[in-house]
């Protein structure tokens, strides 16, 4: 099995937001990453609204071929948003107006009650959901009972690693985990802080982790090369 590739297109967003102009378009990024083989587009509608806003989403509801994942926290106006956009998944992560970028796993001990419900109540518009974890067996078990139909392994810590031995550990936990969510029926995929180098030893997980979610390096690499190029250039390498 060889992993696939979503590309996630906030920071074509966060660009245009910078100048307060109308281009980069998110959208159009959206339609060449599905032209060099992007499996899926991930967008990241924030309570600030920091990147994509209202109007992304709808426009990317409209124009996404292959699968819109949308990542939002577990709040009543995400919930609205989501019944009404009809994505193609919800990836639910934790968010913290002071954090330059999500910093890990959801807390699914304590937002237990609150995700239960919003997981039905997703399912009931026949919108499945993700969960961003940790990887650890405890939270693959819990997200399970959750209701959960997928979940997202936070590849934080091993994006950061740098040691050998730390990296195989690390690799190590990721697999236990992902290996469990399948046995459990959940669909698994992983991201965060994944690039063109660390992608090379993580790619010996394809056999238990579908696919990955990569937003800044592929956007960081677009500027220079093009998005078209960038795109091809990692689903090269997770071959």
Known sequence: MRMQLAVNVDHIATLRNARKEREPDPITAAHLAELAGAVGIVCHLREDRRHICDHDLRRLRETVKTKLDLEMAATEE????????????????????????TEGGLDLKTMRTILVQ????????????????????????????????????????????????????????????????????????????????NIIPFKSLSDVI??????????ARAALVGIDKAVRDMIQLLR
């Not at 995400?78 to 990836?91: C, E, F, G, N, S």
């Not at 997200?143 to 950061?160: C, D, F, K, M, P």
């Open 210 to 219: 579908e696919e990955v979610s990569i937003g800044h390096a592929i956007i």
């Open 78 to 101: 995400m919930l609205h948003i989501a019944i009404q956009t009809k994505p193609d998944l919800v990836t639910l992560v934790p968010e913290r107006r002071e954090e330059l970028t």
């Open 118 to 197: 919003f997981i039905a109540e997703l399912a009931r518009h026949e919108i499945p959901t993700s969960l961003f974890i940790e990887p650890d067996k405890d939270l693959v078990r819990l997200a399970a009972e959750l209701g959960a139909t997928h979940i997202e392994l936070h590849t934080g810590t091993y994006s950061r690693l740098r040691k050998a031995d730390e990296i195989q550990c690390e690799l190590k936990r990721l697999r236990e985990a992902a290996t469990l969510g399948r046995e459990l029926g959940l669909r698994v995929v992983a991201g965060h802080g994944l690039n063109y180098i």
